[in-house]
């Protein structure tokens, strides 16, 4: 995990920094705010995935698994990346929005930026939990095609919650009054399910690693 967090870092720094500069201006300009903590935390569940990449060169994992870890250590670490890169900076990126807008606007939907920032992070725990089994399995050539439908899937989400959003006066609510439930509930349903996605991929995947051949 300190190998990946080093390697990320040393090579995406300046990208965090225009990031963060991106989210608030955005998040000042246009209505539809939730957008800034979704994209946040599904841009850098990817930038968690891209590591497997790195591992893969020049057939890094199998010298990887010469030292003395265990497979399960491996996938824990990437697991743990991904978890700590989307709630780290969608969390800070979203109060940071939150404060600009409080400044430039006189006031700021607290409760909603609050909701959004956490269906986002289920969603990308959902992502997490989805893409790591696939990685594991076919490597980062073969999985590419899942990523891209991925994103497919999600872009379509997030601009089909959009539109609902927009054409509402009531923020975030409209979510749940779809699944005609109140928003806090929502929030706890998403976090139950995305926790158990999780507990479950992470099984797979370890499952996974364990017969893989290096």
Known sequence: MIKDLRLVFSQMKLFFVIMAVWGIFMAVNIEQFYFVPAYTAVFCTFISLSTYSYDEFENGTA???TLPIRRRDYVRAKYLLGILFMMVPTIVITFAAC???MVTKG????WEYFAATVISIGI???LLAVENPLYIRFGQEKSRIFKLVSFGIIGGG???IGSLVGESADGM???SSILGL???MLMLLMA???AVLVCVSYCISCAMIEKKQY
């Open 99 to 101: 404060v600009a807008g």
């Open 107 to 110: 006031e700021a939907a607290v």
């Open 63 to 65: 010298y990887l698994f």
């Open 158 to 160: 997030l601009g089909a």
């Open 182 to 184: 109140d928003l806090w």
């Open 124 to 126: 990308a725990l959902v």
């Open 192 to 194: 139950a399910v995305s």
């Open 173 to 175: 609510s409209v979510i």
